[in-house]
């Protein structure tokens, strides 16, 4: 994306979460924009280009979903930040383009009136129409845009109905602040306000210019850990909430009410509903999707589709991807005359990034299946079918959101977790976290499901059934140590969950697929930065201190890797493991899917340049121990994958947690359990498998 | 490429890894979080 010039506006595109804001967003700018984060916080940061229907250039930014600017969460208080243009690196939108889901209109009047009462020049959207027309819902855009003073267009982001009218908008450059009214306060707490924000100002808090909004919306603030407000203005900022709790108690409550009165008042003017609520789509999907039984054998289902196609169709592109490693392999091979530099290319390079790049399919199918699930509205129905098995643990379906992201990666999943009210349930879901089976976890279980059930020995709907196995595992045992901890570690009831179902929409292909090649892009990076740097190094650690012959066993064995693996055997061994799986641990300490290069370099590296093309899989099914056992039996194959379930390998996420909780403990705590875990349960399956003859 | 120059530049690729890995390393201290590259799309 071109660098915009300062005078492109920037119009903040901003709603409800599931008011198909992004959709919205991806639509205006197909691949012209660029992901980032906010400086300081893991909150992802959209910026794209696009042209109004006049030809001029603008500068959107997809801000966090919400539903009011009282933040409750770190996503919630960058979106206050931006509007009110607190934040250093992002300057204050010159316009706004509110989304609202006409279908849930009188509730996301609630976050658009607060944006209106910032009285920037702002468009109002009305999305979903097609939705509030199934309920014969009618909003008189043209009345709301009369009384509100700005343009008002009606929408529908799935078939770009309206999009035109939209650009249209967005050419205006004469759009005036909102006729909306900022709710009358009574004039003592006015008073209260006017006097913190002086102290505000004092402190620094605020800049000098600021309205009564920002020491109210700073004031008002459930965010637990205050984000983005300095640590020292923290303690200012709450004395001064004491005080204004003690002077005027239920202030804030009389505002929500009195902002509620004056929807009401707009809705009675603009929105006609019949008497009694029309049956949609919705509500009968809801009638088996939320059905206690059927909703969950449905998930069940969606689940082991998903798998399902995780290993069939992704099949055909993988076979692909590995041969065309295997050709560039080759290619090198014949090019090169033999020497470390190409030893390094063709043994550690190629195999070592081949090893993990060759999921890809994989996980673009993993990805695109929860970018469906996520866009058609059936995400919030899991987390509502969850919640009741969350509460047999002590925590609530707020608890499964988080836990849910952590299928893709436990970062966001951990972070996520920051909206969770209660502190107990928040590092007990913290501490989850991590036990869902990530994308990182993906390569792994794929390649040993591979060596334990071959191509063409048994179908993709068994190879499917274990993954589903492996993924409900590590969901029991998440289960399993909330209700410990809530039991033994942090004693305490459940907070309540509430949660806002969205209709059931179609999913829009084009959003989804960007969000996939998001995914992807970002793969592929790691894969080409960081894989390919453990490769290196995997490859150096196997080939040096180098010893006399050609001898390419005795060298593994006499590398630092070697002598590593060899180390840690004689505590591996009872798992089932030789010392070279061994390496594999180590070097996957790292993140999980090395585990997958660390193996195919070590076995490139003892295979010499004969058969080192051959795929990863085969070679670690024909591996045979000194004594011409196999190593990898199905035994050892079940105690490795039952290892990868639990165990933390995962550098990343520790090091959020540290700083989640604020310290070492938890974070070392974690570690501690899962690893403790994985090596006990590994050790229970070898050892009762062996002593059963398996 | 004879072997002895294949020799210096595998380990000039090594040594430019294990440079490049210390100083991410030292940038993650100042700015912790998960890199923007683990693929978690934060």
């Not at chain 1, 306060?185 to 006017?194: I, R, S, T």
């Not at chain 1, 570690?489 to 998001?518: D, F, H, N, R, T």
């Not at chain 1, 493991?577 to 660390?598: C, H, M, P, Q």
Request: aromatic share 8%; hydrophobic share 45%; glycine share 8%.
């Amino acid at each position: 994306m071109s660098a915009a010039a300062p005078e492109t506006p920037l119009i903040a595109i901003v709603g409800n979460p599931n008011s198909g804001k992004t959709t919205l967003f991806n639509l205006l700018t197909g691949l012209k924009q660029k992901v980032a984060n906010y400086p300081g916080v893991t909150v992802e940061k959209k910026i794209g280009e696009c042209y109004s229907q006049h030809g001029k250039k603008l500068r959107l930014i997809d801000l966090p979903g919400a539903y009011s600017l009282n933040a409750r969460s770190p996503d919630e208080a960058v979106l206050r930040d931006v509007l009110l243009g607190r934040r250093p690196e992002t300057p204050r939108p010159d316009r706004v383009v509110c989304v609202l889901d006409s279908a849930n209109f009188e509730r996301n009047l609630y976050m658009a009136g607060q944006v209106l009462e910032l009285g920037l020049p702002t468009i109002l959207v009305l999305n979903m129409v097609d939705v509030a027309e199934q309920r014969e819902w009618r909003i008189d855009a043209i009345k709301l845009s009369e009384i509100l003073g700005i343009p008002v267009v009606k929408t529908n982001a799935i078939s770009g109905q309206g999009l035109i009218e939209l650009k249209l908008a967005l050419s205006r450059e004469d759009i005036s602040p909102p006729k909306w009214q900022n709710a009358a306060l009574p004039e003592g707490v006015k008073a209260a306000l006017e006097h913190s924000r002086d102290e505000m100002r004092q402190a620094g808090v605020i800049h000098t210019r600021s309205s009564l909004l920002e020491p109210l919306y700073l004031l008002s603030d459930h965010d637990p850990t205050h984000y983005g407000i300095a640590d020292t203005q923290i303690a200012r900022i709450h004395e001064l909430r004491s005080r204004m709790e003690t002077d005027f108690p239920g202030w804030e409550d009389a505002l929500v009410a009195e902002r509620y009165r004056r929807i009401e008042e707009l809705c009675a003017q603009v929105l006609k509903r019949p008497d009694q609520e029309i049956e949609t789509i919705t509500t009968k999907l809801d009638r088996i999707l939320l059905h206690p039984v059927l909703g969950f054998v449905n998930l069940l289902l969606v689940l082991g589709l998903l798998f399902f196609l995780i290993f069939k169709v992704a099949e055909g592109p993988m076979g692909w991807i590995e041969a065309g490693f295997g050709q560039f392999g080759a290619w090198v091979e014949g090019l090169m005359s033999p020497g470390d530099f190409r030893d390094l290319i063709v043994n550690g390079v190629v195999p070592g990034v081949s090893g993990v790049v060759i999921f890809l399919p994989q996980i673009l199918i993993l990805f695109f299946f929860i970018g469906i699930m996520e866009d058609t509205g059936y995400m919030s129905r899991l987390a509502f079918i969850m919640d009741w098995a969350m509460s047999k643990v002590g925590l609530n379906g707020k608890s499964f959101l988080p836990f849910l992201s952590s299928y893709a990666c436990a970062i966001p999943g951990v972070m996520a977790a920051r909206t969770i009210d209660s502190p107990k349930d928040r590092l007990i879901t913290i501490l989850i976290a991590p036990l869902a089976s990530c994308s990182a976890r993906l390569p792994v279980y794929s390649l040993l499901i591979g060596v334990l059930f071959p191509v063409g020995e048994v179908g993709a709907f068994v190879q499917a059934g274990i993954m589903l196995g492996l993924y409900s595992l590590g969901t029991l045992g998440a289960f399993f140590f909330a209700w410990v901890f809530n039991k033994f570690v942090m004693k305490g009831s459940a907070s309540p969950m509430i949660l806002e179902m969205p209709s059931y929409k179609m999913p829009a292909l084009k959003s989804i697929l960007l969000q996939v090649w998001q995914r992807a892009r970002m793969f592929l990076v790691r894969a080409g930065t960081i894989i390919l740097g453990i490769s290196i190094l995997i490859w150096a650690a196997s080939t040096y201190p180098k010893t006399a012959g050609d001898d390419s066993a005795k060298q593994m064995e006499h590398s630092f890797a070697g002598r590593a693996g060899k180390l840690i055997e004689p505590a591996i061994a009872p798992l089932g493991y030789d010392w070279k799986i061994g390496i594999g641990l180590i070097g996957s300490f790292a993140a999980r899917e090395v585990f997958n290069s660390t193996m195919s370099v070590v076995y490139a590296v003892e295979s010499g340049d004969d058969d080192n093309l051959a795929p990863l899989r085969d070679k670690l099914a024909a591996e045979r121990r000194p004594d011409g056992r196999l190593v990898y039996t199905p035994l050892v194959c079940i105690s490795l994958l039952v290892f990868y379930v639990f165990a933390m390998q995962c550098v990343s996420t520790i090091a959020i947690v540290k700083r989640e909780t604020g310290s070492w403990k938890w974070a070392m705590f974690q570690l501690g359990y899962m690893t403790g875990t994985a090596y006990l349960l590994s050790l229970l399956i070898f050892q009762i498998g062996s002593a059963l003859g398996y | 490429m004879n072997e002895n120059w294949q020799s210096i530049a595998a380990i000039a690729v090594i040594v430019v890894t294990v440079v490049l890995f210390i100083a991410r390393a030292a940038k993650r201290r100042k700015k912790p979080g998960c890199g923007g590259s683990c693929g978690c799309g934060k």
